[in-house]
């Protein structure tokens, strides 16, 4: 349905509404939205354990009402304003493990100032910032129309940031079995300790299940199932092996028990007083990794949505849309979140196609929240920290070992150095290291690419003017004077270094021949300051070697990089010159090359004289004259433009027409210059098609016209004469084949 049909007919939007409202429609999109809402409940309590962990246990509860209320938000929003209608959105894994890091550095910070001062506070505000912060970005890159990006971040730096975040969800899921901090020690410690190896083992035990069964199996109930199973099989154990729910309770194997039975809200207006804004200010950082992390993630995660699905999905409207949600959701002291790729996609393949799975997740949400703590008090910390331990081998597995054998070793190496970077400095540094290397390994591959498209010599490639035999001769003979390289790209110092050896060798190797050296910049769509350097040198080898430089077709902003770095230095430079495009480059090359040179043997082009051989002789050419209507142009004057309806030739017996084409009612192309002895307008007469190409005298010109009803009657009455015209016409424009077949051939030497 068109949106104009929509405004137009609104029974048929209310038809369209009853339509999906059908229970047939209806179910399972419900479906769909309690099996993701269960899933999403179950991620936001790991996810609450991750980042209110080891110095903030205390405010467990409080932090996982904060990514429930989290999910409602999100939820919700994203729900009713996506381009993708059965989209789930909720906090996700890759952004809690930065704000676990955050949260981590802030309660460091605030027990070095004051040891008895609360973090909590401090870290709900970062949280809440962060989602502010974050959403404000997305939705300036939606606003701008910059969901395109995503199509230009190197595969290894999102693998890395990928691998990274799993290697910090396994490292966060220890913690959350074993009650340790969350850093590299935290590995020797529990292998060292049985009594922690015991408490972790079997969450570890239970990721590598989830891992193996979820990559084998798919199914919209089968994660539930296995986190149902899973706690329905720690209860039973603890009745075979005689352990009561309370001494488990007491010892830390399970989320609970809880200062308070309230989730929400998290902070009163009191505790806003006793935030320490110089520590939050201090995981600035953080912030910003979250927030290109986050935006990298939502980017894939829709553009994975579109895979899996295949529908397509407005991108920026994605970033506007969850950038409103998370704005929304900070202003409520939640946390960053976004699209689900799982489960987005399991809701689509589930038969749902409305927004009511998305709507019903959240509602799942929202009625957790409003229990309270007891509906997540009886928790297993096993369970938790498997699920966020399958979260950690499903990133690492998927980057690490699939990379291993799809992707090119220095990409490989790339996905592997962001991870040690982000398991040793954080994800900030991460991040920068992985674009620093990206950048680096780019530049490196771009160098390899050559940047001279094509090297022709003047042999093989001539401008668009026609010349007389004796001037074709002499531009024979000393073609080798004359050599061209086509550029293509971006050129910056590596490809920079490229051209200036090639055109080195160009100019050495020819020692004492080449006098031009032509630079054609049309396939060129930039040049930086560190190019400039080498053409410099550049100029003052040609300047050493009495060669002249010859650029053509440069745009604005490459001349004037040129201009600040004195390569050229103005329309009276003795070694350099820029033409407007490569025909005009050659003519003028070309014009110097003739003019310079003896002076030919050859006599210039006289029409009628050359006729003469064309008709046997001058009586037949005078015949062949009456046939003829002379013509005068003044100098500028269009003979004929594109598009125009005639059925005549002309013959050029002085002055000059110029064939030109306007191109995007613009640009004007030059097709061919023509002098004495050339015929223009063939075409017209024989085929009696319209003109392709205006032609201007270029000065004062003096043409003889043939009009289609001449040569009929000059075909009736003197056949020999038409039929020697027709094989005139024909040499000409085999000659024309021939002259143009020069640049194709160079393109093969």
């Known amino acids: 349905m068109t949106r104009q049909a929509t405004k137009e007919s609104p029974a048929l939007l209310n038809e369209e509404l009853l339509e999906k409202a059908k229970p047939s429609k209806l179910m399972p999109a419900v479906i769909a939205g309690m099996v993701s809402g269960t899933l999403v409940v179950s991620f936001d309590i790991s996810l609450g354990a991750l980042i209110f962990n080891h110095g903030l246990a205390e405010y467990l509860s409080r932090g996982i009402g904060i990514i429930l209320i989290s999910s409602v938000i999100v939820g919700v929003i994203v729900s009713l304003l996506s381009s993708y209608k059965p989209v789930i959105a909720a906090p996700q894994e890759d952004a809690a493990v930065i704000l676990a890091s955050m949260a981590a550095a802030i309660t460091t910070g605030i027990a070095q100032k004051d040891p008895t001062a609360s973090p909590f506070p401090t870290v709900v505000a970062a949280i809440a910032i962060t989602s502010v912060v974050a959403g404000g970005f997305f939705l300036l890159l939606g606003l701008l129309r910059l969901g395109i990006l995503v199509r230009f971040i190197p595969y290894p730096v999102a693998g890395g940031f990928i691998a990274g975040a799993g290697w910090l969800l396994l490292q966060g899921s220890i913690s959350v079995m074993s009650g340790q901090p969350s850093t590299l020690d935290i590995f020797p410690s529990v292998v060292m300790d049985p009594e922690l190896l015991k408490r972790v083992l079997p969450g570890l035990v239970f990721g590598v299940l989830l891992l193996l069964v979820l990559r084998r199996f798919s199914s919209l109930l089968l994660l539930p199932v296995l986190l149902g199973g899973s706690i329905v099989v720690f209860y039973v154990s603890l009745g075979l092996a005689g352990v009561s729910v309370q001494q488990v309770l007491d010892s830390g ?137 399958y979260l950690g081998f499903h990133f690492l597995i998927n980057t690490l070992y699939e990379g291993w054998f799809r992707l090119r070793r220095i990409e490989y190496f790339v996905i592997v150095v962001i991870l040690l970077v982000v398991a040793v400095r954080g994800f900030l540094v991460g991040i920068g290291v992985g674009l620093g290397v990206s950048f680096i390994l780019f530049a490196l591959s771009y160098s390899r690419i050559e940047v001279v498209r094509n090297a022709i010599s003047g042999v093989y490639l001539r401008s668009n003017v026609a010349r007389s035999d004796g001037e074709e001769m002499t531009l024979t003979e000393r073609a080798k004077q004359l050599n061209v390289l086509q550029l293509q790209g971006y050129i910056f110092f590596g490809t920079a270094y490229n051209l200036l050896s090639t055109a080195q060798q160009r100019i050495q190797s020819e020692e004492g021949e080449v ?66 495009d490569l025909d005009r480059g050659l003519e003028a090359c070309e014009k110097e090359i003739i003019a310079d040179a003896p002076p030919s043997m050859l006599p210039p082009p006289m029409l009628f004289y050359d006729l003469q051989d064309v008709f046997g002789g001058r009586p037949g050419m005078l015949r062949f004259k009456d046939y003829l209507e002379r013509v005068e142009l003044p100098d500028g004057f269009d003979l004929f433009r594109a598009g125009d309806v005639s059925k005549d030739l002309y013959l050029i017996e002085s002055g000059e027409l110029t064939a030109w084409l306007e191109i995007d009612g613009k640009k004007v192309k030059r097709l061919r210059t023509m002098g004495p002895g050339s015929v223009v307008g063939e075409s017209g007469l024989y085929m009696g098609e319209k003109r392709s190409a205006t032609v201007t005298a270029s000065r004062q010109s003096t043409l003889y016209r043939l009009t289609e009803e001449a040569l009929q009657r000059m075909t009736e009455e003197a056949p020999e004469l038409a039929a020697a015209f027709h094989h005139f016409v024909v040499t000409l424009l085999a000659r024309r084949i021939v002259h143009s077949t020069g640049p194709v051939k160079s393109l093969f030497n």
């Not at 939502?298 to 991108?315: F, H, K, R, W, Y």
């Not at 976004?338 to 409305?354: I, R, T, V």
């Not at 008090?377 to 498997?386: K, S, T």
């Not at 070697?545 to 902003?557: A, C, Y």
Request: glycine residues 10%; proline residues 3%; hydrophobic residues 50%.
């Open 253 to 389: 194997w399970l989320l609970g028990p809880f200062p308070t039975a309230s989730l929400w809200p998290p902070i009163g207006a009191s505790d806003f007083g006793k935030v320490d804004w110089s520590v939050l200010f201090g995981s600035a950082g953080n912030m910003a990794a979250v927030t290109i992390m986050a935006a990298i993630t939502v980017l894939l995660s829709a553009s994975g949505v579109e895979l899996a699905t295949e529908q397509e999905i407005d991108l920026d409207r994605e970033l506007r849309a969850t950038g409103v949600a998370n704005i929304v959701t900070g202003l409520f002291g939640g946390m960053v979140g976004y699209l689900s790729l799982a489960e987005s996609s399991m809701s689509y393949k589930a038969g749902s196609n409305s927004r009511v799975s998305g709507l019903v997740a959240a509602a799942i949400s929202c009625v957790v929240l409003f229990v309270g703590a007891d509906a997540i008090l009886y928790f297993p910390r096993p369970v938790l920290g498997g699920l966020i331990a």
């Open 515 to 580: 006098r031009y050296l032509l630079l054609d910049f049309r396939h060129v769509n930039g040049i930086d300051s560190s190019a400039i350097a080498s053409f410099l040198r550049l100029r003052r080898l040609a300047k050493a070697h009495s060669v002249k430089l010859i650029f053509t077709e440069v745009r604005v902003d490459i001349r004037n990089h040129l201009e600040r770095g004195e390569v050229f230095v103005g329309d009276d430079d003795e070694v350099c010159r820029i033409y407007p």
